[in-house]
């Protein structure tokens, strides 16, 4: 199984980004599909998930920001990235949770909140 991840980029404060998540599979073979993050020196975070059955989950740092939401015509979940800020700098990583309980991790994409 591969997750796809692409989407990230260089952004200037208050700005929004898409990033895309492709599973090689069905989206519909997952229990679970979200984006995690990593700061520079910093512990890989959860920032949001949703289930196979739709239900969403956020991070704290990213409620009112960020929207997660799954495209089943294109097979790719999006999380729409909302007046960013500095400290949401980081890599995201596209995440998978089979239906067995297995994990599953993409590359990578780069953020960089900046002016």
């Known amino acids: 199984v591969q997750l796809q991840a692409s989407g990230g980029g260089l952004v200037q404060p208050g700005g929004s980004l898409r990033l895309s998540c492709a599973p090689s599979?069905?989206?519909?073979?997952?229990?679970?599909l979200g984006w995690y993050r990593q700061a520079p020196g910093k512990q890989r975070d959860m920032v949001a998930t949703i289930t196979l059955g739709g239900s969403t989950n956020y991070a704290d740092f990213v409620k009112g920001r960020f929207a997660i939401s799954r495209d089943s015509a294109k097979n790719t979940v999006i999380l729409q990235l909302n007046t960013l800020k500095p400290e949401d700098t980081a890599v995201y990583y596209c995440?998978?949770?089979?239906?067995?309980?297995?994990?599953?991790w993409g590359q990578g994409t780069l953020v960089t909140v900046s002016s």
């Open positions: 599979g069905s989206v519909f073979s997952f229990n679970a």
């Open positions: 995440y998978g949770l089979g239906l067995l309980g297995r994990e599953f």
